[in-house]
Nanobody
């Protein structure tokens, strides 16, 4: 079992920045691939970013590439999502998730957090 708790969401103006954190507990965090997804009202849950267990490999969704950065600190059992140049269309509930392989598909993730709301005003 892996428990995931996101934090850091909030209200920000367009062009601003936020950093989300996801604290993990339970099964060995450093062996997990970690991903971020988001879901806006009335839309499907969308892939945002993924990071390998070592942090050496990352991959981003097209809509956030160049603006968001995923990172992890295995000593703190935490994964981060730095979000810069935020746009109103980034408004969503953001979820972190854990997987055993490097994937962008939500069905490939075994554990999910409860989500944190990010709202970007224009």
């Amino acid at each position: 079992q892996v428990q995931l708790v996101e934090s850091g969401g909030g209200l920000v103006q367009a062009g601003g920045s936020l950093r989300l954190s996801c604290a993990a507990s339970g099964r060995t965090f450093s062996s997990n691939v970690m991903g971020w997804f988001r879901q806006a009202p009335g839309k499907e849950r969308e892939f945002v970013a993924v990071i390998s267990w070592s942090g050496a490999s990352t991959y981003y969704g097209d809509s956030v590439k160049g603006r968001f950065t995923i990172s992890r600190d295995n000593a703190k059992n935490t994964v981060y999502l730095q979000m810069n140049s935020l746009k109103p269309e980034d408004t969503a509930v953001y979820y972190c998730a854990a997987a055993t392989r490097f994937t962008v598909t939500k069905s490939g993730y075994d554990y999910w957090g409860q989500g944190t709301q990010v709202t970007v005003s224009s």
